[in-house]
Structure formats: C-alpha cells, structure tokens
C-alpha cells in the first residue's frame, strides 16, 4: 500500500511559474524521495532528503521535510515546459530498503 | 539515459500466449525489482530480488514467474494473462544498503493483453 499522499493531484501553471508540490506520510521514515516521471516512460530520481536533514536544494529544485508534520514539500522554481511530468514521493524506512509510492502530483507546465 | 535496460519496449500478447520481459542493469546493484504500472497510478511493487534471490513477492499472481539469472538480468515470464494485466512494467535496480537508496528505473514495457 502506498503511505505518501500527494497534493494536489494535478497541478496547471505556466511557464516561469513556480510549482509546490506537498506529500503527507503516516509513520515514521528515514528519508524521503522525490521521482518525475514522463508520459509513458520510466521514473528518474530527483532528489532525497533525510529525516535529520529539513531542506535541500538541487539546481532548480527545493525539498523540505517537516518529521513533526509527517510532510514534505517539492518547489520547482522558474518552471519550464521541459517540468511537465508526473512527481511521485517515496518514503523509505520503518525497517525496509524498499521505498513506498504516492499517488503523484500530475504538473501541467504551459509555454 | 537510463542505465537500467529493458527489453522489448512494446509487447502485444494474447491471453494464451507465453513471452518474457526483460531487463538489465551494469552498474552492479544488487537489488532488482519489477513494478506495475497503470494509468496516472503510482508503480505498484511485485518483485524484489535481492542478491539473486527473491525476496519479497507481493501476493502476484502465478501467471507473473520472475528470474535473476545472475546480478545484471531479470526476467519477467508471462503466461495466461488477463487483459486487466495490460500496464506499464518497470524494472528498477538500487544498491543495497541499512536505509533506501535511489532507484533507478528503466524505461519500462507496455504491455497490451488482447
């Protein structure tokens, strides 16, 4: 079963916006992953930030973690149409290596 | 570019049919997985084979036979599927390690059961 949860669930901006993407979780983790996936094809890592750490940066893209919330949070800055994809968080811990899938937030980038 | 390959891209079988999904990493994980994926749903975990042996089978079908012929290859044989089985089949491969590593994923097969 999945434990992140996504919102929105779809996301409309355009171009040179930018674009937060929120995932809740229920128990406790170890770190917390971020993947993209395009139409049709395979999910590419962006990002993972651990349970110790509360903010990380990577080129364009901003992740906090909130452990007291059970929440974390994506920022795509200066979106471009390129961002348009599907972001899924994954959790990891509670004794697995194997890290467990949102729902995913679908991102609409309009040139 | 995916470092994680899969083979064939595109797959239509009928339910009597038997074919393979393959896949194939280099970079020497040693853990390999097999995801469904439907649409605008999250991958869903089937299989996991760490250090060639299965080790996690989330309640699959047997119509699903997974192998990992050694640390690079796995397999997905089909047979009697179901139209309800058309989806995206990912294979990812992750180091092994106390806590989640990344994975990575390859760029999937799409699987239509007629």
């Known amino acids: 079963s999945q434990q992140g949860e996504e919102d929105p669930q779809a996301l409309s901006i355009q171009e040179g916006e930018n674009a937060t993407m929120n995932c809740s979780y229920k128990t406790s983790i170890n770190n917390l992953q971020w993947y993209r996936q395009n139409s049709g094809r395979g999910l590419v890592h962006l990002i993972l930030i651990r349970s110790n750490e509360r903010e990380k940066h990577s080129g364009r893209l901003r992740v906090t973690l909130d452990t007291s919330k059970k929440s974390s949070s994506l920022l795509i800055t200066a979106s471009r149409a390129a961002d348009t994809a599907s972001y899924f968080c994954?959790?990891?811990?509670?004794?697995?290596?194997?890290?467990?899938f949102g729902r995913g937030t679908s991102l609409i980038v309009h040139p | 570019d995916t470092e994680v390959t899969q083979t064939p891209k595109h797959l239509v079988m009928g339910m009597t049919n038997k074919k393979s999904l393959k896949c194939e990493q280099h970079?020497?994980?040693?853990?390999m997985y097999w995801y469904k994926q439907k649409a605008k749903k999250p991958p869903e975990l089937m299989f996991v084979y760490s250090y060639e042996k299965l080790s996690i089978n989330e309640s699959v079908p047997s119509r699903f036979s997974p192998e990992c012929p050694n640390s690079s290859l796995l397999n997905l044989h089909l047979h009697a599927l179901q139209p309800e089985d058309s989806a995206l089949y990912l294979c990812?491969?992750?180091?092994?390690?106390?806590?989640?590593?990344?994975?990575?994923f390859g760029e999937g097969s799409r699987l239509t059961v007629l």
């Open positions: 994954a959790t990891g811990g509670g004794g697995s290596y194997i890290p467990t």
């Open positions: 990812a491969s992750s180091q092994l390690r106390g806590d989640t590593g990344e994975l990575f």
């Open positions: 970079m020497g994980h040693r853990a």
